[in-house]
């Protein structure tokens, strides 16, 4: 752990290092006053500015001034310093004047408006100090269970689960707790709920050892030891912003304004705090954060923004109202958990009790509506074949058919495969399970301990039947769920029923084109975080997350008539090439509040749509080429037009329409409509490997249809060819891709 947890304390040692002589709870009664707080604030950034200050100091003696700094992938420079000030911290002899600035936040006044400014300076020193690290190891966090600095790809991926609610707020979590048992309960109150969690402190290992499930898949994350390393969930809010708010870098107060109305964070302390811990819960406070503490403040609290709550049984739920978080309790009951914060878990096949898969057996999953409610039994489930044996002890495999059918009064046959792929996410959603795949081509895993905690088939259909009804229950009325077991069954189930219907949505899909329909839909969902953002979905466009389709958009209107997907009616046509309509003006214009007036939805020039920030993709222009190249997230290096995808969303996210550059959803490539008033998907050059191996068999088949090319993906450079634009260039020539005989794409 080193100087750094010499200092703020850190892990939890056999032998505690001194505490910081002021602690709140060190403090006689009779000083308890209100300037108590302030008084410590103030210490706790004195002590963290002459430790920045010497830090600095010593790097440039060892390293230089002109030796680079930076967090890894992330396009926003020390995050925390460049949205409050615009200074974009490049090298070490940039950090002498930020450390100047720190100073100047500290004015040693007995206000607590003062005091919770001065904690700011304690955020930017946190952030200096753990920048430093970077400088010393490209890997810091190696030899300690956390991770450290947050990349930006994990951050726009999340933007969807915080905006549809599945992550209903951000705990920090600080400290080394008295009770152990005490502290876990309030993390498996957040992870149970679905909320993502942040740990510092001594806490990382007292939570492991009381057995809490942690890493991003199940939404507990260590940072690390250091009370510095609260500076990653700093960093994430503040990112939050720039990325989805479209805030400008040096707008302090557009950036506290946001932070503190629209990231759900809150933080959560455990044990004795000493002056660093409440400068840096000051910091947290002027972002908008609410601080819980479980030690007796008295008149020191500030209700909404610092309170102490004693009972850790009451810790959660009072940490919910001073957030106004609003938790959905989930009707299912079972013997494990059941959250989305279970649904990144991995069932390994050595710790797998039964599977029911599709390389061994024949499997199908299918959602199917009825005419008459008679038709079904409601809420029953019925397992047609053998159970899941019971006491095993060699891996089980069997056949397995999901057949679920509904009835609604308002239920469309449309709507069956929304419900359908749900089934995915639900039965991710159950501590123990893993499904992958769906159809006929699945993959589902109960774990040992799942399975010896009491969870079976029928449980698992007891979860589905709720959540149909909780999440669809606008449309459905009725649900009935049989499970086949018996391998006659199964074989009947798929080859009679389920192929069939399967069929029948495929050409029902496939006739569904612009042209065929006479209504778009809205999806502001990102609003909460993106205000100026708005996206147009239509049968050949996705919403760029690529989590919402036009058939899900209609489903959400029918589910809530005021919720986030509105009609467009397709009228008022300006230009086709472009697809440019008055009415999708006028309703993108209401839903931005006049921050968006035109939009089109085929062009990546002209009046593009724009982006939130959770985009799956990003597509821009390389003018040298004639053509665009096409990033996802996912993929960490440099791209031919000089930036990294970070770079290029850092000016393409938070509503802003930038010509030349779009976000988009992955199925969108091979789409017939992707950038098409440009002349189309044969304009993408490059892509990376990854991308262009997941979508070639549809963008090649598009490709052919449209333009009469073969494999036309053999002609797109990746990265494990070129990523320079001279290499790009030769591969082109080389391949003959049709881009280079286009007309000038600007």
Not at 7 to 20: D, H, I, R, V
Not at 451 to 475: P, Q, R, T, Y
Not at 493 to 506: C, S, T
Not at 729 to 739: C, Y
Request: hydrophobic residues 40%.
């Amino acid at each position: 752990m080193g100087f750094f947890g010499n200092l703020f304390g850190g892990k939890p040692k056999e032998e505690e290092p001194a505490k910081p002589e002021a602690t709140v709870e060190s403090k006689p009664e009779e000083e308890q006053s209100m300037s108590l707080i302030p008084s410590l604030v103030y210490d706790g950034a004195d002590a963290v500015i002459g430790l920045t200050d010497n830090a600095v100091n010593d790097a440039i003696a060892k390293h230089g001034a002109d030796c680079a700094i930076a967090f890894p992938d992330t396009a926003y420079y020390l995050p925390t310093i460049y949205a409050a000030t615009g200074v974009k911290v490049e090298k070490l002899g940039d950090l002498p004047a930020c450390v100047d600035v720190m100073k100047s936040l500290v004015a040693h006044e007995d206000d607590l408006g003062a005091a919770l400014t001065a904690g700011l300076a304690t955020a930017v020193g946190a952030e200096i100090i753990e920048a430093l690290k970077y400088v010393e190891s490209a890997d810091p966090y190696a030899e300690q269970p956390g991770i450290g600095f947050v990349p930006d790809p994990i951050i726009r991926s999340l933007g969807v689960p915080l905006v549809t609610g599945d992550i209903p707020g951000v705990p920090v979590v600080l400290g080394t707790s008295d009770d152990v048992e005490g502290i876990a309960s309030v993390v498996r109150d957040y992870q149970e709920k679905g909320l993502l969690t942040f740990l510092v402190g001594g806490c990382i290992d007292q939570l492991a050892e009381a057995g809490v499930k942690m890493g991003l898949d199940y939404r507990v994350i260590p940072l690390g030891y250091d009370v510095t390393a609260v500076t990653h969930v700093v960093t994430v809010a503040i990112r939050a912003a720039l990325i989805f708010g479209a805030l400008e870098p040096g707008d302090l107060a557009g950036l506290l304004a946001y932070t503190s109305e629209r990231v759900p964070a809150f933080v959560n302390t455990f044990g004795e705090i000493g002056p660093v811990e409440v400068s840096a819960g000051a910091g947290a406070i002027k972002l908008g954060f609410p601080v819980i503490v479980d030690i007796d403040l008295g008149e020191n609290q500030v209700p909404g923004a610092l309170e102490s709550v004693l009972d850790h049984s009451q810790t959660a739920k009072r940490s919910y109202e001073v957030r106004n978080i609003k938790v959905k309790a989930k009707a299912v009951e079972l013997p494990v958990g059941f959250a989305a914060a279970f649904e990144g878990e991995i069932v390994r096949k050595g710790d797998t009790y039964i599977e029911f898969d599709s390389d061994h057996n024949l499997t199908a999953e299918l959602v199917t509506m009825v005419e008459n409610p008679d038709e079904i039994q409601d809420r029953a489930v019925i397992i047609d074949g053998p159970d899941m044996p019971k006491g095993a002890t060699e891996l089980i495999r069997m056949p397995l058919g999901t057949d679920v059918k509904v009835y609604g009064a308002k239920m469309q046959a449309d709507f069956e495969s929304v419900i359908e792929r749900k089934i995915h996410t639900w039965a991710n959603y159950v501590e123990g399970l893993m499904h992958t795949g769906q159809r006929n081509l699945f993959r589902i895993r109960f774990s040992k301990d799942t399975v010896a905690a009491g969870m079976d088939l029928n449980k698992f259909g007891e979860a589905l039947v709720s959540m149909i009804l909780d999440e669809f229950g606008e449309v459905v009325d009725k649900v009935q769920i049989t499970f086949h077991t018996d391998p006659d069954a199964v074989k009947t189930f798929l080859e009679d029923v389920a192929m069939p219907r399967y069929a029948a949505r495929d050409e029902r899909i496939g006739s569904l084109t612009d042209e065929s329909v006479d209504t778009f839909y809205t999806c502001i969902l990102c609003q909460s975080f993106a205000p100026a953002h708005c996206c147009v979905v239509t049968p050949e466009r996705l919403g760029l997350c690529g989590a919402v389709s036009w058939l899900d958009a209609k489903a959400t209107k029918e589910l809530s008539d005021s919720g986030p997907s509105q009609p467009i009616p397709k009228e008022g046509l300006i230009d086709e090439r472009t697809g440019a309509y008055t009415k999708v003006n006028e309703v993108v214009k209401e839903a931005t509040h006049g921050a968006v007036e035109n939009v089109t939805l085929y062009s990546l020039i002209e009046d593009p749509m724009t982006s939130c920030g959770c985009f799956e993709c990003i597509c821009g222009i390389m003018p040298e080429a004639n053509g665009v190249v096409v990033v996802n997230r996912e993929y960490a290096g440099m791209t031919p037009t000089g930036m990294t995808f970070g770079e290029l969303a850092s000016m393409t996210g938070g509503g802003v329409q930038t010509p030349g550059f779009m976000g988009h959803g992955r199925s969108f490539i091979p789409s017939k409509k992707f950038i098409s008033a440009e002349g189309g998907n044969v304009r993408i050059v490059w892509m990376p490997k990854e991308l262009k191996d997941s979508v070639a068999a549809k963008l090649n088949a598009t490709a052919k249809e449209a333009y009469g090319i073969d494999n036309f993906t053999d002609m797109i450079c990746d990265e494990t060819i070129a990523d320079d634009s001279e290499g790009v260039l030769a591969f082109l020539t080389e391949k003959g891709h049709p881009a280079l005989q286009m007309d000038p794409i600007m």
